[in-house]
């Protein structure tokens, strides 16, 4: 079977690059994907692989029936949203949409997926179980499409013994691929305070309540949440990168909005912190003569491989690639709502790299200038494929 992937999969990688040159260039942003959800529809149609659609908005699970399909059901995911960011490379596929780009690889992860259905839609005869094609919207957006997919019961009839992920990062060259058990990426809070006083003239500042500098140094403060108030052991990020006070040279505003993320690794060190905001941001609009309201919004929990899937995985990563292309993931406090998935079913999510010849100088991830080469097909397309033959074959 491992030289029949091989064979599938090389096979297939024309088939992949032209449908991933075609999502790149025509991106849309989270829970507005009704035309890649159509195109992605299109393609399960014509392999013959039934699907259901509309599940979390714009989310997609197609349905591969093996022989003995009540053996056992492995999940396969790719999330398809876009980032509002206009590119700035010079692909001949580049997005056609302004200020709206693939610039975190999750064209490249439904490309993959559908070039993975296409190989085992070849074999499925000689497999037994059952195998889910989830295509999920809205990753990069609050609340998260894996979250809305769960309550709109996408596994309610297929329940998955394992949930697979990957995706693409320019950290590691084309042809490796990297695992790592346990929590590998944060939790993701949005932290939205609005701080509200009396405003006015900028040169009368004894008349009013300063909201600006209020707002000031209410963000000096909550570094000590990082700083001073958990655990040095226990990685958290606080950063806000939205600080709005519309007034003017010389008018205070009444109101000042600040807006940013926090990031933990640890459930009881992410509530702690949440508890901490609320009464540093409170107390120290209160010290000013000002109020602050604190809307900390329910975002992704960590992501947590389980272990004993991963070191499955790694295995049969490691008997399909060899040892020498399996790295060690990094633990990131970039956050991912696949993280509901593994909140519910043992997962592991792995990175592919994508960094090669053709892309030596392209950005990071989230960046205008952000690329794959297009060699990573040849690794994640089959891997992918080759851990689902090996999943479903086990125990």
Known sequence: MKQQ??????????FVCELYKHLHAHPELSFEEAQTALFIQQELTKMCIPFKKDIGTHGIVGVLRCANPGKKCLALRADMDALPINEETNLP???TVANCMHACGHDAHVATLLGVAKVLSQVKDKLEGTVLFVFQPGEERHPGGARLMLQDGVFDEYKPAVILAQHASVDYPVG????????IMASADEVHLTVKGKGGHGALPHLFNDTVLCASQLLVSLQQIAARLHNPFQPVVLSFGKFIAAGSTNVIPDEVSLSGTLRTLDEACRK??????DTIAKQTASAYGCVCEVDISDGYPSVTNDPEVTADARRYAADFLGDSLIDELEVRMTGEDFAFFSQQFPATFYRFGVKGKSNAQCGNLHTATFEIDLDAFKTSVPVMAYLTVQFLSDK
């Open 5 to 14: 992937i091989h064979s599938l999969a090389d096979a297939v990688f024309p």
């Open 93 to 95: 596929y580049k997005s």
């Open 272 to 277: 702690q912190c949440k508890t901490a905001i």
């Open 176 to 183: 490796k691929v990297a695992f790592r058990s346990g929590t």
